[in-house]
């Protein structure tokens, strides 16, 4: 949740703020990890499961849950419900896209870790 690497813990995933200049700079992971070389892009399509499943289903679950929630506690009308719930809801997903990222690239290392292979001292066969 820190939007850390998930191989060390240190470097980002993502630009900091300060240096976001576009909505492509704030959605789009950096290369990979400096200090590590864990490698944050893949493949195209790579993040597309983190941003329907994680972003948009936690996002739109959590709106389905707190719509029912206000209208039966308040019986709100139609409006008042994409005021309240829909409105804030684009941007909770909107904030939200880095940290649902950041999940799937865990997820990811977790049950498939990119380990790199040790390397062992060097063996000369002529030497015992």
């Not at 490698?39 to 972003?55: K, M, S």
């Not at 829909?86 to 990119?114: E, G």
């Amino acid at each position: 949740m820190k939007l850390r690497c998930p191989e060390c813990g240190v470097s980002p995933i993502f630009a900091p703020l300060r240096r976001v200049r576009s909505l492509w700079d704030w959605f789009t992971p950096l290369d990979g990890c400096p200090r590590c070389g864990y490698a944050y892009l893949r493949e195209d399509g790579y993040f597309l499961v983190a941003t329907w499943v994680i972003n948009y289903g936690i996002v739109a679950g959590l709106a389905v849950v707190i719509s029912f929630t206000l209208d039966w506690l308040y019986d709100l009308s139609m409006r008042q419900q994409a005021l309240y719930v829909f409105l804030p809801m684009a941007l909770a997903s909107f904030l939200f896209a880095r940290h649902a990222k950041s999940m799937w690239l865990a997820m990811d290392h977790y049950f498939d870790p990119h380990v790199k292979p040790r390397t062992s001292p060097s063996h000369d066969p002529g030497k015992t």
